[in-house]
């Protein structure tokens, strides 16, 4: 059976689903594989990458490179 049909057969089985702990589940089971998936595809900073990241950060503010909190927050509330 392809993957196509797989999915298939899974959505007729949950169209057919009166059970909202079933499908609680099942949604629990999907974002759980999801996360995992994530994180698994996370890689850790080296130290060097971290330091670097804290002065380039310093760089920006001795140099004007930045966004005052009350700009955020007037730009907030415009979305």
């Given at each position: 059976?392809?993957?196509?049909?797989?999915?298939l057969?899974?959505?007729?089985?949950?169209?057919?689903?009166?059970d909202?702990?079933?499908?609680?589940?099942?949604?629990?089971?999907?974002?759980?594989d999801?996360?995992?998936a994530?994180?698994?595809?996370?890689k850790?900073?080296?130290?060097n990458?971290?330091?670097?990241?804290?002065?380039?950060?310093r760089?920006?503010?001795?140099?004007?490179?930045?966004?005052?909190l009350?700009?955020?927050?007037?730009?907030?509330?415009?979305?």
């Amino acid at each position: 059976m392809t993957l196509q049909a797989r999915k298939l057969n899974l959505i007729q089985e949950l169209l057919g689903v009166t059970d909202v702990k079933i499908l609680s589940r099942v949604e629990a089971c999907l974002k759980t594989d999801k996360t995992k998936a994530y994180e698994k595809s996370l890689k850790p900073m080296s130290m060097n990458e971290f330091i670097g990241m804290i002065e380039k950060s310093r760089e920006d503010v001795r140099n004007g490179r930045v966004v005052s909190l009350e700009d955020v927050q007037r730009e907030v509330t415009q979305w």
